[in-house]
T-cell receptor, first 114, second 111 residues
Framework: GENVEQHPSTLSVQEGDSAVIKCTYS??????FPWYKQELGKRPQLIID?????GEKKDQRIAVTLNKTAKHFSLHITETQPEDSAVYFC?????????????FGKGTHLIIQP | EPEVTQTPSHQVTQMGQEVILRCVPI?????FYWYRQILGQKVEFLVS????????KSEIFDDQFSVERPDGSNFTLKIRSTKLEDSAMYFC?????????FGDGTRLSIL
């Protein structure tokens, strides 16, 4: 089955700096890659997703890049703010459609230092 | 914005007892999922459900687990004989055509 590795496990950056979180996946059949943000004790919330027919996607301060050949994808957050502090999970699934379950990475605890 | 709702928020159960976790997916959604998250670990897929039957299940979803959509709104996860290692946060999720939307979770504590 699919295996998703995520690095780093903890990332501390100064407010205003950029943060990059990286994930690799094992199953070349995976085509859908969402990123979820989870604040302490709360539900995972989708912040951005990308499909394998696209190499990059941006939404304001957040961007995701995908390298299908190398089987890795990354989350980029620019101009970080205190409210960006949370645990971020990458995930993968075959289609992102139908009833496919998501395989998650282990998460990155992002800490924004004031 | 509509949300997935889960009840109860916290469930404490004696080992060996049966427990039912309840979810109300977003009303027009067709696909339903259960995930679990052991404290400090990653979210793990358990099962997906569509058209009144299980579509996909993981190795974690063994014979002690079952899911049901007893009516047009609820989606339940039953654990028949709970073990200590079932202690975790259980998330329900649903989707229509877009991404999966998660509920707030039920924290299950097995004593």
């Amino acid at each position: 089955g699919e295996n998703v590795e995520q690095h780093p496990s903890t990332l501390s950056v100064q407010e205003g700096d950029s943060a990059v979180i990286k994930c690799t996946y094992s199953d070349s059949a995976s085509n859908y890659f969402p990123w979820y943000k989870q604040e302490l004790g709360k539900r995972p919330q989708l912040i951005i997703d990308i499909r394998s027919n696209v190499g990059e996607k941006k939404d304001q301060r957040i961007a995701v890049t995908l390298n299908k050949t190398a089987k890795h994808f990354s989350l980029h957050i620019t101009e970080t703010q205190p409210e960006d502090s949370a645990v971020y999970f990458c995930a993968a699934s075959k289609t992102g459609g139908g009833a496919d379950g998501l395989t998650f990475g282990k998460g990155t605890h992002l800490i924004i230092q004031p | 914005e509509p949300e997935v709702t889960q009840t109860p928020s916290h469930q404490v159960t004696q080992m060996g007892q049966e427990v039912i976790l309840r979810c109300v997916p977003i009303s027009n959604h067709l696909y339903f999922y259960w995930y679990r998250q052991i404290l400090g670990q990653k979210v793990e897929f358990l099962v997906s459900f569509y058209n009144n039957e299980i579509s996909e299940k993981s190795e974690i979803f063994d014979d002690q687990f079952s899911v049901e959509r007893p009516d047009g709104s609820n989606f339940t996860l039953k654990i028949r004989s709970t073990k200590l290692e079932d202690s975790a946060m259980y998330f329900c999720a649903s989707r229509f055509q877009g991404p999966q939307h998660f509920g707030d979770g039920t924290r299950l504590s097995i004593l």
